[in-house]
Each structure stands twice: as C-alpha cells, then as structure tokens.
C-alpha cells in the first residue's frame, strides 16, 4: 500500500501541476481584459478594445487548455481517492458541483459572447461580457480554493454514524476563515502571473520595435497593476495567511522554517539546509526574533519546534516543503524588487526606452508559474500526514483496489497527452503574439494613444 499511495500522490501532483499553468494565467487575465475594456469604454479609443480582443484569444487558448487538462482531476477522486470521496464527498461534493454548475458555465457562456459577440452586443455589452468573465473565473476559483480549504482546516461539518463527514453547516463551509485568506493569497499570485506575461509581451514588442504602441500599453498595464499585486501578496495576503498555518497548523510551520527545537525570540531562516537525521538547520542565515514577530506578533514569542510534536504528526518531506516555501517567498521577494524598479522608471518616464529591464521582464515569464506551484506544493506538503487535516491521514484516502502499476499506467499516458499539449499551447500562443494586436500590420509605431 505505501507503494502504491506514493504513486496516486505523484498522480495527482502531476496532474493539478500541469492544469493549475493555464488557469493562473486566465484568472490573472480575466482582471486585466477588464481593465482594458474599461478603457476602451472610458475613452472610447480603439486601441485598448483591440488590445482587449488581442489577450482575449490568448485567454480563450488557455482557458480550453484549463478545461482539458482539468476534467481527469475530477475523474481521479473516484480512481485514484475513492475512499476519501466516499467519507468526504458529501461535503467537497458542494463547492466542487458549485464550480462546475455556476462559475464553469458563466465563464464560458460568456467568454464565447466576449469572443464572438463584439459587434452585436455593442461596446457597453461587451464590457459586461468580459465583467462577467472575470467574475466566473474569479468564481471558480473560490470554490476550488473553498475546498482545498476546508482540508487545510476542516469546517461546518458532524461526523455521521457510519463514519462519514457530513455537512452541517454550509455557510461554514463556504465561509471558512482560511479559505478566505488562502484565495485572496492564491488569485493575487494569480494577477501577478497574468502582469508578467502581459508586461513581457509588451516588453518583446518594444525590443522589437513592432507594435510599439501596444507595447506601451502592454507594459504600462502590467507594471501598473503588478506592482500592487506584489505588494498585496506580503502584506496582508502572505502574512495572514502565514498566521493562519502559526495558529493551526504548529507542526507545519516547523518544518516550513527548518525549526527542530522550540525557541522563544525564534529567528526566520533565510537560507539554510535542514538535516532531519540529525534535527537541525545547517549553514543557517537567520533574522533573529524575526519567525516570532511575524507569527505572533511579538518579539519574543514561543515558536514551537519540531521536537514538540510526535514523529507521525511531521511533514513525511520536510526538506521539499522547506524548499518550496523558500522558493516562493525568494520569488515574491523578486517580484516586489522587480515591479517597483519597473515602477519608479515608468514614473520617471524612462522604461519604455530601458533595455536593461525590458530584458529582465521578458526573462521573468516563467518565475510567477514557479512561484504559484512552489506556493502550491508548500500547502499540500504542509498538510501532510493528513489528507484531512485532524481527520483522515492521507494513507486512509486511497483507492484500495487500485495497484502501484495501474497507477503508474495511467500516469505515464497522462505525461505523454500532456507533453503533446504542452507543446500545442507553446504554439498557439507563440502564433497569437507572432501576429500581434493588429493581423496583417507588423513593424512599425503607430501613434501612441494619449494613456501612454
């Protein structure tokens, strides 16, 4: 069995991984194609509604992409976790079918008007179809988020006589308090995506001395809002967040900070590799006091460490969640550098001429896809020994007639369909900037709009 649950656990890892790349990018988008809708219908210039129609075929790419790659992880709760959802499904059942009734089907109803409707649905209409848009992704994106909440801190439930979760409270479900700090966290990190992408586009077309006008306004858009997305992501989003695992969470907060012994004035490790043999943090570069003050709220706090808790209760891979939460931290870290560097040169009047950062920008593309899975994986290792925090250990979830090798089976056909598409959606999207803003014209500057 321990076999094969570390196969479903590497199923599933590989499955949502792959799925969360595109639907980061839609969220974040979902909010900037407002922003330029709103522009277009503020000012009534052209050049944002075909900035707007431009971000909406590379939204409309990854959202079928999202969609693909998102309907086998509902499959795998029956395949791969049947006896979770069996326990559990009564209550995961609610927001998962909320998703998929509600916010899935506002989205794509609308994404299609916003896509194929312009003409008739005037430019009023057509910046309710891209508000409506955003609110179902920003929608779906709760309910998902509600879910993985409620197994991070388990709410609004009763266990019934046969040994089943039973929903007794809706509202407690659906208004748990971590949930609400986790989506703000995870749509913030999801808006901090779509800005990068959105700047370095626009940062490749002034590079290139194509399309020169969208580039500004590409560039403008995503620095603008990036850099409050940066911001909000330490404080409060990141920070409560981080209050949220202090509070509930002790054994993971440990093992995020490489803490082994309990401290009072306990110092946040900024680098540092944790040795679990032998209970300690080698190399430390530490901020003394720092974990304290920031978990509590004061200087010199008791942090609990490791050693206080039984061995069972430990992250099953405290190393790889202590990494994963560096890497997302360093990243966000990054972010603010970069979007406020991006800022003060946009204010000064020198970055669209700036190579040195337009360089930087491009470059960064990849970094908010690794910081939101570095995020990601932080949470779900975190949460372990427990599929259900307090309730079910991960071991206890797992589909019991299912072997290591139909596991394996399955999950190497999935790499190969993936691999497939991940090179479509290279493609598409590579072909979408290729033609850029405007089919047919390429090279040159237009004049730019009175906004840049």
């Not at 839609?26 to 431009?54: I, S």
Request: net charge neutral; with cysteine; proline share 4%.
């Amino acid at each position: 069995m321990g076999q094969a649950l570390d196969v479903h656990r590497l199923h599933f890892a590989f499955t949502v991984t792959f799925h969360y790349l595109f639907p980061q990018l839609t969220m974040g988008l979902a909010l900037l194609l407002v922003y330029l809708k709103t522009k277009a219908l503020g000012t009534g210039d052209e050049h944002y509604n075909r900035a707007a129609r431009f971000w909406a075929r590379i939204f409309g790419i990854n959202f079928a992409l999202g969609v693909v790659t998102g309907i086998p992880m509902e499959f795998q709760f029956g395949t791969n976790w049947a006896a979770f959802s069996k326990a559990a499904g009564g209550v995961i059942g609610q927001t998962l079918a909320m998703e998929g009734v509600f916010s899935f089907f506002l989205e794509s109803s609308f994404l299609g008007l916003f896509l194929f409707g312009e003409k008739r649905l005037g430019q009023f209409g057509h910046w309710s179809a891209a508000f409506l848009v955003f609110l179902g992704s920003w929608l779906s994106g709760y309910f998902i988020v509600a879910t993985d909440a409620w197994m991070q801190h388990p709410a609004g439930y009763r266990l019934g006589s046969g040994g089943d979760i039973e929903l007794s409270s809706f509202w407690g479900l659906l208004l748990n308090k971590w949930a609400l700090w986790q989506y703000a966290h995870t749509m913030l990190g999801a808006v901090q995506t779509g800005c990068f992408v959105m700047a370095a586009v626009g940062a490749f077309y002034l590079l290139t001395k194509r399309d020169e006008n969208y580039g500004r306004t590409l560039l403008r858009t995503g620095v603008l809002v990036g850099i409050i997305a940066a911001l909000l992501l330490l404080f409060p989003a990141g920070d409560m967040q981080g209050k949220m695992i202090a509070y509930n969470q002790p054994p993971t907060l440990a093992a995020m900070e490489g803490l082994f012994e309990s401290q009072q004035g306990a110092p946040l490790a900024i680098l540092g590799q944790p040795d679990v043999e032998k209970r300690r943090l080698d190399n430390p570069l530490e901020v003394p006091n720092m974990l304290s003050f920031l978990s509590y709220r004061e200087w010199r706090a008791d942090v609990k460490g490791l050693s206080e808790f039984p061995e069972t209760d430990w992250p099953d891979q405290i190393p790889l969640l202590y990494y994963s939460y560096h890497v997302m931290v360093g990243l966000g870290t990054i972010f603010i550098a970069v979007m406020v560097a991006a800022a003060i040169l946009l204010w000064r009047g020198e970055l669209y001429g700036s190579r040195w950062m337009l360089w930087i920008l491009m470059m960064c593309v990849p970094l908010p896809y690794i910081a939101n899975t570095a995020g990601w994986m932080t949470a779900e290792l975190g949460r372990q020994p427990w599929l259900i925090y307090g309730l079910m250990h991960t071991a206890e979830g797992v589909s019991p007639r299912v072997a290591a090798g139909n596991a394996w089976f399955t999950l190497i056909g999935f790499m190969g369909m993936y691999a497939v598409l991940a090179v479509l959606w290279l493609f598409l999207i590579y072909r979408e900037i290729e033609r850029g803003p405007e089919p047919g014209r390429s090279g040159g500057d237009f004049a730019a709009t009175p906004a840049d």
